[in-house]
């Protein structure tokens, strides 16, 4: 999954936006403060997650290949992925078995020319046409519904019931300087929300994210490229929620420099780039001495860990990189399977398990997988606070 990449993650600055909704001017309710320094070497999700856990092995047939997972949302007993690499969004059960391909590269009729973001929204898929300037809308079978056409240039999705929320990035799309917009499908109206200074526009629009929100229930989290503030969206608002900020090694606000080079080169701490919502945690993504660090908050408290590594402990320290949640309160893992198999040679074999029968689990999983299959998903249920 695209959702570690250096070259990113280093132009995220610090930056405060304002924000404009229908109600009266939110105010920001929380401020995170990390002290980078404070970072061990795990951070170990066990604590987190519930003991009993989902091995999904992606069936890979001569349709359903895989290059590279980009995003992954589960929706009732289907696991949908799209591979920006084929122009490909991919249906699956939950067991892993290959059901379809929604939608196809082409100019016709409810084809795609550029595959951008997509977002399931009840029964309906919704898929990005970046260069066609539209949305096509597929039911969960793969038939065609309707065509969105849209005006103003995103590069990213929020969807509720007969709400579009499009996710722009610093980019003068022709309609106005906001970075985000609300599309009323019931009324065929579009307002602007995030508004910026115009003369950023050369500056900043350069910089992106691969994933801008993450969505909980009816609630979603969104972050941007140098902006410290964390916004929840619902479905007839956009509000400031958090503010993250770094004690350490933040960005001077007067850096004239070029920013794709500066944070990384001269170490920088520029924000997360990566940040998935569930009921009582975030759990993020950032880079600091040019390196990965993760992130995990307690959204009750605002207590908060950091970690050179991400692993679960409980299954013989297995190591995570690509992940995602759920509005189910999942956490999915997501490994390919050479890397799996190079885990568990390498650290999980000779480790302890909390529990003997899921190294067994693992290990007869493990033994059938070709360095050359699909990627391989781990579902874990996350508990709750009391």
């Given at each position: 999954m695209k959702c570690h990449y250096i070259y990113i993650v280093c132009i995220l600055l610090s930056s405060c936006y304002s924000s404009s909704t229908k109600d009266n001017k939110p105010t920001v309710t929380e401020t995170?403060?990390?002290?980078?320094?404070r970072s061990e070497k795990q951070l170990d999700l066990s604590p987190l997650l519930e003991d009993s856990f989902e091995i999904i092995k992606l069936e890979m047939t001569d349709q359903s290949l895989i290059a590279d997972i980009d995003k992954i949302e589960i929706s009732d007993d289907q696991i949908f992925i799209s591979d920006k690499t084929s122009s490909?969004?991919?249906?699956?059960?939950?067991?892993?078995?290959?059901?379809?391909?929604?939608?196809?590269?082409?100019?016709?009729?409810?084809?795609?020319?550029?595959?951008?973001?997509?977002?399931?929204?009840?029964?309906?898929?919704?898929?990005?046409?970046?260069?066609?300037?539209?949305?096509?809308?597929?039911?969960k079978d793969g038939h065609l519904l309707k065509e969105i056409p849209y005006k103003s240039h995103h590069?990213?999705?929020?969807?509720?019931?007969?709400?579009?929320?499009?996710?722009?990035?610093?980019?003068?799309?022709?309609?106005?300087?906001?970075n985000l917009y609300r599309a009323d499908?019931?009324?065929?109206?579009?307002?602007?929300?995030?508004?910026?200074?115009?003369?950023?526009?050369?500056?900043?629009?350069?910089?992106?994210?691969?994933?801008?929100?993450?969505?909980?229930k009816e609630n979603a989290l969104?972050?941007?490229?140098?902006?410290?503030?964390?916004?929840?969206?619902?479905?007839?608002?956009?509000?400031?929620?958090?503010?993250?900020?770094?004690?350490?090694?933040?960005?001077?606000?007067?850096?004239?420099?070029?920013?794709?080079?500066?944070?990384?080169?001269?170490g920088y701490l520029s924000g997360v780039e990566y940040l998935q919502n569930s009921k009582d945690y975030l759990l993020g993504t950032y880079v600091d001495k040019k390196r990965f660090r993760y992130l995990l908050i307690n959204k009750k408290t605002l207590e908060y860990k950091i970690g050179e590594r991400l692993v679960i402990n409980n299954l013989g320290g297995l190591m995570i990189h690509s992940y995602t949640t759920t509005s189910e309160d999942e956490l999915i893992v997501v490994i390919s399977s050479s890397i799996l198999k190079g885990i568990w040679v390498s650290i999980c074999r000779n480790?302890?398990?909390k529990n003997k029968a899921d190294k067994e689990r693992l290990e007869k999983v493990i033994s059938q997988l070709q360095e050359e299959d699909n990627p391989v998903l781990i579902k874990f249920k996350i508990k709750a606070i009391l």
């Open positions: 995170i403060t990390i002290d980078p320094d490909k969004i991919f249906a699956f059960d939950l067991s892993g078995k290959y059901l379809r391909t929604i939608g196809q590269k082409g100019s016709g009729p409810g084809e795609f020319s550029y595959l951008g973001d997509f977002n399931v929204n009840g029964n309906s898929i919704y898929v990005q046409d970046v260069y066609g300037r539209k949305y096509i809308v597929y039911a590069l990213g999705l929020l969807s509720f019931d007969q709400i579009l929320y499009y996710i722009n990035n610093y980019f003068d799309s022709g309609t106005g300087y906001y499908l019931t009324n065929g109206k579009t307002e602007g929300l995030l508004p910026f200074n115009k003369e950023l526009v050369d500056l900043y629009s350069r910089s992106a994210l691969n994933h801008y929100a993450s969505k909980y969104l972050i941007y490229p140098r902006n410290d503030t964390i916004y929840n969206v619902t479905k007839n608002k956009v509000t400031p929620f958090y503010i993250l900020h770094f004690t350490k090694r933040t960005i001077p606000k007067d850096l004239k420099e070029e920013i794709y080079s500066s944070p990384i080169e001269k480790n302890t398990f």
